[in-house]
């Protein structure tokens, strides 16, 4: 329960699940990324962060012509990304995306059955409380 919920490196995040990580770096104990500005409290100015989160933890809306989900202060602005594969393992359905604002790979496990086409470009939202900030190494 704790190395889930309070793991105290990536590592520890990684051994229950894979995990996402968006990099960035740390100004006056803020992080800006594509998803908003997160808080990283203990980091020093300039410092580069990864801020982790699981692929359960990421929710998933569809795009409104161009457009996501308006922002809101659990989830954060929303990032677009394009669809490069999605898969159904069973219990859940695991899609990989291209990310718009960098072209990195984010994973989002959905319960049961979504099977997006590839392309097809939805948004992601980070819940802020389910995200882990360490130095990045």
């Known amino acids: 329960y704790n190395v889930y919920n309070t793991p105290v490196d990536k590592a520890a995040a990684a051994f229950f699940s894979d995990i996402n990580v968006i990099r960035g770096v ?24 990864d801020i982790v989160i699981r692929p359960q933890h990421l929710k998933i809306d569809f795009d409104r012509a161009g457009r996501g989900p308006n922002p809101t202060p659990q989830e954060g602005t929303p ?9 159904y393992l069973g219990r859940e359905s695991l899609v990989e995306f291209r990310m718009a604002f960098d072209g990195s790979t ?3 496990s959905v319960p049961g059955v979504f099977l997006p086409k590839v392309g097809t470009v939805l948004w992601l939202m980070i819940r802020r409380d389910r995200c882990f900030v360490f130095p990045a190494r």
Do not use: K, N, Y
């Not at 006056?28 to 020093?44: D, I, M, R, S, V």
């Open 26 to 49: 740390s100004r006056g104990a803020l992080t800006e990324t594509p998803f908003g500005a997160f808080l990283t409290p203990g980091q020093q100015d300039g410092a580069a962060v």
């Open 79 to 87: 990032a677009s990304g394009s669809v490069i594969r999605s898969r």
């Open 106 to 108: 984010l994973m989002a």
